[in-house]
């Protein structure tokens, strides 16, 4: 969304200047004319951001019941959720009322700029300027409050897609599958990342083992309860490597990979 500067001027002439004791002219008339058209625009974008917001918000508000009445064992996550879903709809709703009366103000001073002519005294033309100066104070305030709730709302979003998917996974895990390194001529290689994964079950976060099933018995695995363990020391041959994820005592998923090592 644009942002209008009373100073710098909408279309990069500067408004009549309010200070001066002059008369003015068909030229500052126009430019006054110019100004309420952008500002109107704005107003109108600002309409539409709120709506669009609403929408979502909306939205918001009936996936968070659906899942209340779904999973009652969220039931202190989920109304965090919609203590701040409420929190943003109260915020959207004054922005929405602060915008339907910055319309109505606008209204009123496109119905008064339209009648303006030229070679008047100036007076009211005068107050309209900062009338205009007033009304894009608002528009770049309530642009900085919609901008401030569009991103609370993606955030909201994001919350409650994770909420929605957390209890429908299954414990799982990856080892990234088999892979195959060379020697290239030393006698030893060192520094074999693998990667792996893991799925989250039931708001659980597994811990992570990687463990040598078999081969030769002098590699070291580092970093073996991460999900990319670095291998070092292996000769040529090949290795069976098993990743576990452990989520409680009853819970646990492995995977192996066979790590060759050609010469």
């Given at each position: 969304?644009?942002?209008?500067?009373?100073?710098d001027?909408?279309?990069?002439?500067p408004?009549?200047?309010?200070?001066?004791?002059?008369k003015?002219?068909?030229?500052?008339c126009?430019k006054?004319?110019?100004a309420?058209?952008?500002i109107?625009?704005?107003?109108?974008?600002?309409t539409?951001?709120?709506?669009?917001?609403?929408?979502k918000?909306?939205?918001?508000?009936?996936?968070?019941?659906?899942?209340?009445?779904q999973?009652?064992?969220?039931?202190?996550?989920?109304?965090?959720?919609?203590?701040?879903v409420?929190?943003?709809?109260?915020?959207?709703?004054?922005?929405?009322?602060?915008?339907?009366?910055?319309?109505?103000?606008?209204n009123?001073l496109?119905?008064?700029?339209?009648?303006?002519?030229?070679?008047?005294?100036?007076?009211?033309?005068?107050?309209i300027?900062?009338?205009?100066?007033?009304?894009?104070?608002?528009?770049?305030?309530?642009?900085?409050?919609?901008?401030?709730?569009?991103?609370?709302?993606?955030t909201l979003i994001?919350?409650v897609?994770?909420?929605?998917?957390?209890?429908?996974?299954?414990p799982?895990?990856?080892?990234?599958?088999?892979?195959?390194?060379?020697?290239?001529?030393?006698?030893?290689?060192?520094?074999?990342?693998?990667?792996?994964?893991?799925?989250?079950?039931?708001r659980?976060?597994p811990s992570i083992?990687w463990?040598?099933?078999?081969?030769?018995?002098?590699?070291?695995?580092?970093?073996?309860?991460?999900?990319?363990?670095?291998i070092?020391?292996?000769?040529?041959?090949?290795?069976?490597?098993?990743i576990t994820?452990?989520?409680?005592?009853?819970?646990?998923?492995?995977?192996?990979?066979?790590?060759t090592?050609?010469?």
């Open positions: 969304m644009a942002r209008l500067n009373i100073a001027k909408v279309t990069g002439t408004l009549p200047d309010v200070n001066e004791d002059r003015f002219t068909a030229g500052d126009n006054i004319k110019t309420i058209n952008e109107d625009t704005e107003v109108t974008d600002l539409t951001e709120v709506g669009g917001l609403t929408t918000v909306t939205g918001l508000t009936t996936r968070v019941s659906d899942v209340e009445t999973d009652d064992d969220r039931e202190q996550e989920i109304l965090g959720v919609k203590r701040t409420d929190r943003v709809s109260d915020g959207l709703a004054e922005t929405d009322t602060e915008v339907a009366g910055l319309t109505t103000k606008v009123d496109t119905t008064e700029v339209g009648e303006i002519t030229t070679e008047v005294d100036g007076t009211r033309e005068k107050e300027v900062r009338e205009l100066a007033e009304a894009i104070t608002d528009i770049n305030e309530l642009n900085d409050k919609i901008i401030t709730i569009n991103g609370k709302v993606g994001t919350t897609n994770y909420i929605e998917t957390m209890g429908s996974l299954d799982d895990v990856s080892n990234g599958g088999n892979k195959t390194v060379s020697l290239a001529g030393e006698k030893r290689l060192d520094g074999v990342v693998l990667i792996g994964s893991a799925t989250t079950f039931n659980m976060i083992i463990e040598k099933v078999s081969g030769d018995d002098g590699i070291i695995i580092s970093r073996e309860t991460s999900l990319s363990p670095i070092s020391n292996l000769l040529a041959g090949s290795y069976v490597i098993k994820a452990r989520y409680d005592e009853d819970t646990e998923v492995e995977k192996r990979m066979t790590l090592v050609n010469q």
